[in-house]
């Protein structure tokens, strides 16, 4: 019984040893971890940010450089970067042994050229997003929303962009103002009515094979809006 008794004293005191060692180790990681999220040392020492178009990186480092690594509001810089509707797609890395950050950013690319409604050109992605003023664009007229144009614009003046330096020439501006009732206004060629945008690409290929048989120069309107059927208006 004495023997029985003394082990089970053993076995307390190692419980107690173990308890104390736990608790000690705990409080030694809870009091690290606290110097170390409240602690002025452990810094933002380096940011690398890929080269950008549209972002200003500058900013970005200066908010990042000399933060705490541990208290750094990803989510929220993550979401500002991201609000900027010319961002595509937008990853934060934290390197905390290296005190690094590492941001990479994927910008949108300029597609086609918009001239918006009683507004200036622009260039826009393949979505329609508007990025950036233009010298010029040969499609006018385009409605923009909430920072962007609508796919119709983006590839009407995709189609007008293939069309060579006589066409452009012959017709420097595609007035869609009405999206329904596309009009070209030519020099010294006859007015287009080409109906609506969508039919855009269409109705540019009939027109090429018009030119190349007969021209087109002894008319002065070319009506496409009747379905199926092509009126060509001579000249007085």
Same mark, same amino acid.
């Given at each position: 019984? +004495?023997? =029985?008794?003394? /082990?089970?004293?053993? %076995?307390?005191?190692? *419980? &107690?040893?173990?308890? #104390?060692?736990?608790? !000690?180790?705990?409080?030694?990681?809870?009091?690290?971890?606290?110097?170390?999220?409240?602690?002025?040392?452990?810094?933002?020492?380096?940011?690398?940010?890929?080269?950008?178009?549209?972002?200003?990186?500058?900013?970005?480092?200066?908010?990042?450089?000399?933060?705490?690594?541990?208290?750094?509001?990803? +989510?929220? =810089?993550?979401? /500002?970067?991201?609000? %900027?509707?010319?961002? *595509? &797609?937008?990853?934060? #890395?934290?390197?905390? !042994?290296?005190?690094?950050?590492?941001?990479?950013?994927?910008?949108?690319?300029?597609?086609?050229?918009?001239?918006?409604?009683?507004?200036?050109?622009?260039?826009?992605?393949?979505?329609?997003?508007?990025?950036?003023?233009?010298?010029?664009?040969?499609?006018?007229?385009?409605?923009?929303?909430?920072? +962007?144009?609508?796919?119709?614009?983006?590839?009407?003046?995709?189609?007008?962009?293939?069309?060579?330096?006589?066409?452009?020439?012959?017709?420097?501006?595609?007035?869609?103002?009405?999206?329904?009732?596309?009009?070209?206004?030519?020099?010294?060629?006859?007015?287009?009515?080409?109906?609506?945008?969508?039919?855009?690409?269409?109705?540019?290929?009939?027109?090429?094979?018009?030119?190349?048989?007969?021209?087109?120069?002894?008319?002065?309107?070319?009506?496409?809006?009747?379905?199926?059927?092509?009126?060509?208006?001579?000249?007085?």
């Amino acid at each position: 019984m +004495r023997g =029985l008794a003394q /082990a089970r004293a053993r %076995d307390r005191q190692r *419980l &107690k040893g173990f308890l #104390r060692g736990a608790c !000690l180790f705990f409080a030694v990681a809870i009091l690290l971890f606290v110097i170390l999220r409240w602690g002025g040392w452990w810094r933002v020492r380096e940011v690398r940010i890929p080269a950008t178009r549209y972002l200003a990186t500058e900013k970005l480092t200066g908010f990042l450089l000399g933060a705490n690594v541990l208290r750094l509001e990803l +989510r929220a =810089l993550h979401s /500002a970067i991201q609000g %900027d509707i010319r961002v *595509l &797609k937008a990853e934060i #890395r934290v390197r905390p !042994l290296a005190q690094r950050v590492e941001l990479m950013i994927v910008e949108r690319t300029p597609e086609v050229t918009v001239g918006l409604r009683d507004g200036p050109a622009v260039w826009v992605d393949a979505q329609g997003v508007i990025l950036e003023p233009a010298e010029r664009a040969w499609l006018v007229g385009a409605v923009a929303e909430n920072g +962007r144009v609508s796919g119709a614009y983006v590839n009407a003046a995709r189609v007008l962009g293939e069309l060579d330096a006589v066409w452009r020439a012959r017709y420097p501006v595609v007035d869609a103002s009405d999206p329904r009732e596309v009009v070209a206004r030519g020099k010294d060629a006859p007015t287009l009515l080409l109906g609506p945008i969508g039919q855009l690409g269409s109705r540019l290929a009939i027109l090429r094979l018009l030119w190349e048989r007969e021209g087109l120069g002894k008319y002065a309107v070319v009506d496409f809006r009747l379905e199926d059927e092509l009126i060509l208006k001579r000249k007085r």
